[in-house]
């Protein structure tokens, strides 16, 4: 009965790690869809409008919140602003930041942009606390400014 009770409790501790593992991987699962109602925007500047080389784009987010990166909260995420990027990275892995895609990590809701003279877009992707867009992604709608 001893042997019996023994090989119980170390089948139960190897068992152990792996249903942690799923049950981690089922949260992390869930934290990353995203309610139906979530949109993603940019204020200002308005599509079609004419900027100076330099300029502040203000983000917008509803039916979520924003939280830096490595901050793992349900319904929340944080922005990567694209610049003149005309197919989307691979939504389903971190976007890459490059000069194009532009990480705002520590949760900001605007920046400012300097861009050359010109016609230009711009689209908004949520991420999750790891850079991730969320199983349905949220992405703002592609606006154009004109740099003058």
Same mark, same amino acid.
């Given at each position: $009965?001893?042997?019996?009770?023994? *090989?119980?409790?170390?089948? @139960? *501790? ?11 991987? @089922? ?20 599509? /079609?409008?004419? #900027?100076?080389? !330099?300029? !502040?784009? =203000?983000?917008?987010?509803?039916? $979520? /919140? &924003? @939280? +830096?990166? /490595? &901050? ?15 197919? $989307? +990275?691979?939504?389903?892995? +971190? ?10 990590? /520590? ?5 400012? &942009?300097?861009?050359?003279?010109? =016609?230009?877009?711009?689209?908004? #992707?949520?991420?999750?606390? $790891? ?7 949220? #992405? ?9």
């Amino acid at each position: $009965m001893i042997k019996a009770n023994s *090989l119980l409790f170390a089948s @139960a *501790l190897m068992l152990s790690p792996l249903l942690h593992a799923a049950e981690h991987e @089922a949260k992390t699962e869930a934290a990353e869809k995203t309610p139906q109602q979530a949109k993603l925007y940019i204020i200002s500047p308005k599509d /079609g409008e004419k #900027v100076p080389q !330099t300029f !502040t784009v =203000k983000f917008g987010l509803s039916g $979520m /919140g &924003v @939280a +830096p990166a /490595g &901050v793992q909260r349900d319904n929340t995420g944080h922005h990567h602003l694209l610049i003149d990027v005309d197919d $989307m +990275p691979d939504l389903s892995k +971190p976007l890459p930041a490059t000069k194009n895609i532009v990480h705002f990590g /520590g949760g900001q809701t605007e920046t400012q &942009v300097t861009l050359p003279p010109g =016609k230009h877009t711009l689209q908004l #992707v949520l991420g999750n606390y $790891m850079h991730v867009p969320h199983e349905n992604p949220i #992405v703002s709608k592609k606006i154009t400014v004109v740099v003058e």
